[in-house]
């Protein structure tokens, strides 16, 4: 198995890292990109830390969690699996919701489904096991989702759970990617929709925290299609008030053959960590594993 180290320095992978200096006028995050070349890390999907800043992703295919552990000689994966999905349900998103507990984004192939499920798993003897259901239903943005496309990221701070729809709205030439902050405290729902910056991306994962001096949850979210693939970072008050989309980065003018990225998370020191899809209708290559820097 091949170990890349997120704490402990790069090592014993094979891969090119890119390094963007900054320039004059703005800081520009530098990144570096890895080839995760364990067995177990095919068609992943959703990405998630957990209190000790150890990764947890989906094994999409496998209705398993793929963990993977910082270790002084590097990531050690574990796989583990879901006890209590039905079959026929596809697994996208994951976010860590503390006491060894996390939410799953879920979609289907079925058509004119007027919802798709989050399913809330506890860790037990090895085994993820489902303890709760929370519907997402879609009329909250007066639309119905696509065959395979349905929540497609996730992220939790504040007690609010964060869904990002992968379904776009239209208006007014402008699209849109539908977004949901459900209350685990009181199951308030609050739909919003945010704003992307590009003809075809899809919002494809977040990762978010709560800022307190600042009395918002900041976001950072990947959009990403073919030859798409950006971070954008926005933010959403108390109020629910959201702020303007910045674009972090845009990784698709340095990198040729841009991995389609299926999670993004933070690490330790607050740098973002992102990985990829490599399994869609077949094996494109080995799982990439990119570090941006504190944004």
Not at 15 to 35: E, Q, R
Not at 209 to 230: K, M, S, V, Y
Not at 236 to 241: A, C, H, S, T
Request: proline content about 4%.
């Amino acid at each position: 198995m091949n170990c890349f180290f997120l704490r402990h320095g790069l090592a014993g992978i094979a891969g090119v890292v890119f390094l963007i200096s900054a320039c004059a006028t703005k800081s520009i995050p530098s990144y570096t990109i890895h080839d995760f070349s364990d067995e177990r890390a095919d068609g992943l999907s959703g990405l998630t830390s957990d209190e000790n800043m150890d990764l947890w992703t989906i094994q999409e295919r496998r209705q398993h969690l793929l963990y993977m552990q910082n270790t002084p000689d590097g990531l050690k994966a574990q796989s583990l699996p879901i006890i209590g999905i039905p079959q026929e349900i596809d697994l996208e998103a994951i976010t860590y919701l503390g006491k060894q507990t996390f939410a799953l984004g879920s979609e289907s192939e079925a058509t004119e489904r007027n919802d798709d499920k989050v399913y809330i798993v506890e860790m037990h003897n090895g085994e993820a096991q489902v303890t709760q259901i929370i519907s997402i239903p879609y009329h909250h943005w007066n639309t119905q989702p696509d065959s395979n496309h349905g929540l497609e990221a996730l992220c939790y701070a504040e007690q609010q759970l964060i869904v990002g729809i992968e379904k776009v709205l239209e208006e007014n030439g402008q699209r849109y990617a539908p977004l949901l902050l459900h209350s685990l405290q009181t199951t308030q729902a609050q739909p919003l929709r945010l704003k992307l910056t590009t003809a075809k991306g899809k919002i494809s994962a977040m990762a978010c925290r709560h800022l307190p001096q600042e009395e918002h949850i900041e976001i950072f979210a990947i959009e990403r299609h073919f030859g798409i693939g950006r971070v954008l970072k926005f933010s959403i008050d108390k109020n629910f008030k959201m702020s303007s989309v910045e674009i972090v980065y845009d990784f698709a003018p340095e990198i040729k053959d841009l991995p389609n990225i299926e999670g993004i998370s933070f690490g330790l020191d607050g740098e973002l960590y992102m990985i990829s899809d490599n399994n869609f209708g077949g094996i494109t290559g080995p799982t990439k594993v990119i570090k941006l820097t504190k944004p």
